[in-house]
């Protein structure tokens, strides 16, 4: 398994949700931010838990990262799914946020990941997501 295709996955699977949220109406809305809500937390606990844990061995510093998932689980954490303000910030500063790690710390993480080192993270990934989730 690649972990950053993992990862990649889920980055894609929130901004799709995202998109059929802000088309959407009703209940199927608030279904669909109820489900945002979750992915997003999910998702920010297995990153947290796999590829943050060491990223300082591809040069790099994960606590713009961190800050970056505090702020998102702040503003969902309070948040009810009928909040279309907030949900919407905290998809926005989630798609921010992914955009700037596959542009800008991806190339860095592809030059120094092996195989192996890939496998196990998106392992890691996979199965802290479910704990989350």
């Given at each position: 398994m690649d972990?950053?295709?993992?990862?990649?996955?889920?980055?894609?699977?929130?901004?799709?949700?995202?998109?059929?949220?802000?088309?959407?109406?009703g209940a199927e809305k608030t279904t669909l931010a109820q489900t945002l809500i979750t992915e997003m937390k999910a998702h920010s606990a297995a990153e947290d838990a796999s590829i943050y844990a060491d990223y300082s061995k591809f040069g790099l510093s994960a606590a713009s990262n961190k800050q970056d998932h505090a702020e998102i689980n702040k503003l969902i954490s309070g948040a009810?799914?009928?909040?279309?303000?907030?949900?919407?910030?905290?998809?926005?500063?989630?798609?921010?946020?992914?955009d700037e790690e596959e542009s800008q710390q991806w190339p860095a993480i592809?030059?120094?990941?092996?195989?192996?080192?890939?496998?196990?993270?998106?392992?890691?990934?996979?199965?802290?997501?479910?704990?989350?989730?």
């Open positions: 972990v950053l295709a993992q990862i990649k996955a889920d980055h894609d699977n929130v901004k799709g949700l995202f998109a059929k949220y802000k088309a959407a109406s009810s799914a009928s909040d279309e303000a907030t949900v919407t910030k905290a998809v926005t500063t989630f798609i921010a946020h992914s592809k030059a120094k990941l092996s195989a192996g080192e890939s496998d196990a993270l998106a392992k890691q990934f996979v199965n802290a997501k479910k704990s989350a989730a």
